[in-house]
Structures are given as C-alpha cells and as structure tokens.
C-alpha cells in the first residue's frame, strides 16, 4: 500500500480517444503533482497543485488537462495524444514544500 | 537552471558487496535538499535518503550512505552488502530549500545485482 494510488495501471489509447488518468492519496498531503517519465530522458514535472490551485505548469500542450476537485484526488484529462507522449505517468503528493510521496504510474501508450 | 547529472546509465554489483553510484549536481543555492530514489520493476519511486545541503554530516540509512561534497557538487550513494532486492533504477534529484516543490531528476542508473 503506497498511500498514493494510481489508476489504471496500463492504459492504450487511440489518438482520438479521450482518457483520464486519476491519483488518490490518503497521507493528508496538500500538495499533488504529475511527473511525465519517458525512456532515457530525466522525470519531467508537468503540474502542480497546493491546496487544490494549480501553482506549476511546466510549458505543458493543452492536450493534457489536470484537475483537481479537493486536496485528495488529482486527475489527468488526456484528448487528441500524439504516440510522443506514450510514458509512464507518476503521480506524486507531499505535505507543504515537503517530500514527495509516489504512486506507481499509469503506464500509457498511445496507438 | 538546476541540472542534475548521473553519468552511469548501468552498474552491477556481486551480492553483499558494495557499489557506489555517482550524481553530480549544477545549482547557483546554497540551501537546497539532495534525494535519492528508487525505482524498482514495480515503478514506484521511493525515497531512498536524503541530504540538507546545510549538514555537513553525511546522510545514513542502515546499509545506504551517500558522501556529500557540497564545493564539488557531488552527491554519490553508498549501498552496503548489496541484496537482490536493491535492483532497480536509482535516481539522483535536487529541490531547492526555499518556496519551490519542483524536484530536478537525472537520468537515472540501473543496477543489477548479481548473485
């Protein structure tokens, strides 16, 4: 049990599909993030959230769209993917400025 | 910007010996946190150790150490008598101290552990 779960585990989508990604934690954390981790290339920060407002978007294409409706769920709208952006998704959240907790990823691949 | 750079995309080591995996960092801070994570098949990241730029001490959790050279800007991490379960990814990660929840990963090192 990580304290930061991550649903689905696997997801395969066309590129005119639409998904969301969810992420729910139970720490009492108040800040969420979505990280974006492609083969070879470092974790890249794409969101984050502090008490519900986002307060970091990371030059990241509209075709992704997070919200987030209370401190304890985060989620990630996707729509109109291009097979680029097949990674692994982590969702992660930390007390104020603390550590981020992880989840174990929404494994995404976009046909 | 901050950078973080580990230079070994692969290492291995023969079980219960020890290995040592290197991280070098780029920061105009003088306050800032250092992090090791681990990534295992399962895919979640989790905290190995962590450092305050501020210790002079070096960080220690049971058999994982790291040797912190703040003027060098190194940060290298110590897994002692090396177990099956250590295999994974290791990622090396920098967050500033002060109003900023932005961590800075490296690339990351794989570590096969032999038996």
């Known amino acids: 049990e990580t304290g930061v779960t991550q649903t689905p585990r696997h997801l395969v989508m066309g590129m005119t599909n639409k998904k969301s990604l969810k992420c729910e934690q139970h720490?009492?954390?108040?800040?969420m993030y979505w990280y974006k981790q492609s083969a070879k290339k470092p974790l890249e920060l794409m969101f984050v959230?502090?008490?519900?407002?986002?307060?970091e978007n990371n030059s990241v294409p509209s075709r992704f769209s997070p919200e987030c409706p209370n401190s304890s769920h985060l989620f990630l709208h996707l729509h109109t993917l291009q097979p680029e952006d097949s990674a692994l998704y982590l969702c992660?959240?930390?007390?104020?400025?603390?550590?981020?907790?992880f989840g174990q990823g929404t494994r995404l691949t976009v046909v | 910007a901050q950078t973080v750079t580990q230079s070994q995309p692969e290492m291995s080591v023969q079980e219960a010996e020890t290995v040592t995996l290197s991280c070098t960092y780029d920061t105009s801070e003088s306050d800032y946190y250092l992090f090791w994570y681990k990534q295992p098949p399962s895919r979640q990241m989790i905290l190995v150790i962590r450092?305050?730029?501020?210790?002079?001490q070096n960080a220690t959790e049971n058999r994982f150490s790291v040797n912190f050279q703040k003027a060098a800007k190194s940060f290298s991490l110590k897994i002692s008598d090396s177990q099956l379960g250590d295999a994974a990814m290791y990622f090396c990660?920098?967050?500033?101290?002060?109003?900023?929840?932005?961590?800075?990963f490296g690339t990351g090192t794989r570590l096969t552990i032999i038996p």
């Open positions: 959230y502090n008490f519900k407002e986002q307060t």
């Open positions: 990660a920098y967050r500033a101290h002060f109003g900023n929840e932005k961590l800075t």
């Open positions: 720490l009492g954390h108040n800040a």
């Open positions: 450092q305050e730029a501020y210790k002079q």
């Open positions: 992660a959240s930390s007390p104020a400025a603390g550590i981020p907790f």
